[in-house]
């Protein structure tokens, strides 16, 4: 029983929403058996609301501060861009204007008229790659059920649009539950006023909410980065207890901070280790830079604080984004939600090893010439798009961060050290003009 609620916590933390079909046909059933004891359970630990109908089951998470390593991606993992985000919001908003049906030139055609009132954002269906940004944005929505594929191919419209069609059923209730946001977006004059607002609750009881939400939303917590309050919140056995107990997580408590390792791989929507290329080259990666960071016999490195702003980066870029236009100024709300150093004490700031570029990309070099022959085809002929890419998921997994010139190594990765590769070579085919031919012959992995 308390296997199957953990399942069932899971699914809806990694998901937020889930349908009839997404992320899989069970997942919706397993939601509606514990719904009631789910919906108490992430108000009280994590200030989260949940809603359960027949047909689709909506996580109302709190965000604390915007995180630009976690975009949306298409089918293929690519990150949204600016343009796929347009298309992905006016596509939602166009379907919850139509039918039942519609097909797929008709909702681009909805979504170039509505693009033509925003600056700078245009859907043009004669240029292949607002035609494809297009179909990346339908393609998120069709993945959640919002629409469902009844006819054609959009591939076939994305290649030309002349001669390909799609159509689409509407599911409206999925089409509701995916956009509902927490405040009037014609209220708000920054992206700040979304994130998560001061409650009427105990001082303690909201700060311990802030912290079983880092839990769950951030690979790794590090006490360096929380105020007093939440420090002492991080601490305590219970808080992140609370949470183990809920998630069915294993929590692994450093110095530093704490992570939840998640030994059934389905809670977060990046695993890490993982299969592929990129993630291998990643671990690989990582164990090279804490083996060079932690070498008792190596120079010591230079050390520097993280630089600030990322996240005020990002609020900017959004900011910048929103159409003033559509806003009512005479009901513009003041943002009351922390800003990402609020509450951070003034103590001298931590200091981190730094790795420059170039030894990270002779390293990815080596990497290469040495366990190439197992990478896919496309990341042996592109080393130094491996390598960003490699880099890339361990600043999204908080083992280092980015910087002007290198990365700032994070204490998380350490548990790295050590990495033990082991190359399984594929099997040699045999000479078919003179070896017999077995009645089976397995292909081993790579």
Do not use: C
């Not at 001669?163 to 956009?179: N, P």
Request: hydrophobic share 45%; proline share 7%; aromatic share 6%.
């Amino acid at each position: 029983m308390l296997e199957s609620y953990q399942r069932a916590a899971r699914v809806v933390l990694a998901n937020h929403l889930v349908t009839a079909t997404y992320p899989d046909a069970l997942a919706l059933p397993l939601l509606r058996r514990w719904a009631t004891e789910l919906r108490d359970d992430l108000l009280e630990l994590f200030g989260y609301r949940l809603e359960v109908t027949e047909t689709t089951a909506r996580l109302f998470t709190a965000a604390d501060r915007l995180d630009p390593t976690a975009p949306a991606r298409t089918a293929g993992d690519r990150a949204f861009d600016r343009r796929r985000y347009a298309y992905l919001a006016l596509a939602l908003a166009a379907l919850g204007r139509t039918g039942s049906q519609v097909t797929l030139s008709e909702l681009a055609e909805h979504v170039a008229a509505e693009a033509s009132q925003v600056p700078s954002v245009e859907l043009s269906t004669d240029r292949a790659a607002d035609r494809d940004a297009f179909v990346d944005a339908v393609g998120w929505l069709a993945a959640r059920g919002a629409i469902t594929l009844a006819d054609g191919d959009a591939l076939g419209w994305a290649s030309n649009p002349e001669a390909g069609e799609a159509l689409y059923d509407i599911d409206r209730s999925v089409v509701i539950a995916l956009f509902r946001p927490p405040r009037a977006l014609q209220h708000l004059s920054t992206v700040r006023a979304l994130l998560a607002a001061p409650t009427e609750e105990s001082a303690a009881r909201e700060t311990a909410r802030r912290v079983r939400r880092a839990l769950v939303q951030q690979p790794v917590v590090y006490a360096d980065e929380l105020d007093d309050g939440e420090r002492l919140q991080l601490a305590l056995p219970r808080t992140a207890a609370d949470v183990e107990l809920l998630t069915g997580l294993v929590a692994e408590r450093r110095a530093e901070g704490i992570a939840l390792i998640d030994p059934s791989g389905r809670l977060s929507d990046v695993r890490f280790p993982g299969t592929g290329t990129i993630a291998q080259v990643a671990l690989l990666l990582a164990g090279e830079i804490a083996d060079r960071v932690l070498d008792p016999d190596a120079p010591e490195p230079v050390r520097l604080p993280l630089p600030a702003g990322r996240t005020a980066d990002l609020v900017g870029q959004l900011d910048a984004a929103i159409p003033q236009a559509s806003v009512l100024l005479e009901l513009v709300d003041a943002p009351d939600a922390p800003d990402d150093v609020a509450g951070i004490p003034a103590a001298p700031p931590p200091l981190y090893p730094f790795v420059e570029d170039s030894w990270i990309a002779a390293t990815v070099a080596d990497l290469v010439e040495r366990f190439g022959r197992t990478f896919a085809a496309q990341w042996q002929a592109d080393t130094d798009g491996l390598r960003r890419r490699a880099v890339d998921l361990l600043d999204g997994q908080r083992l280092l961060r980015r910087v002007d010139g290198g990365v700032l190594v994070l204490p998380a990765l350490a548990r790295y050290r050590g990495v033990v590769v082991t190359v399984r070579e594929r099997a040699a085919e045999p000479d078919l003009l003179t070896a017999p031919v077995p009645a089976a012959v397995p292909e081993h992995e790579k």
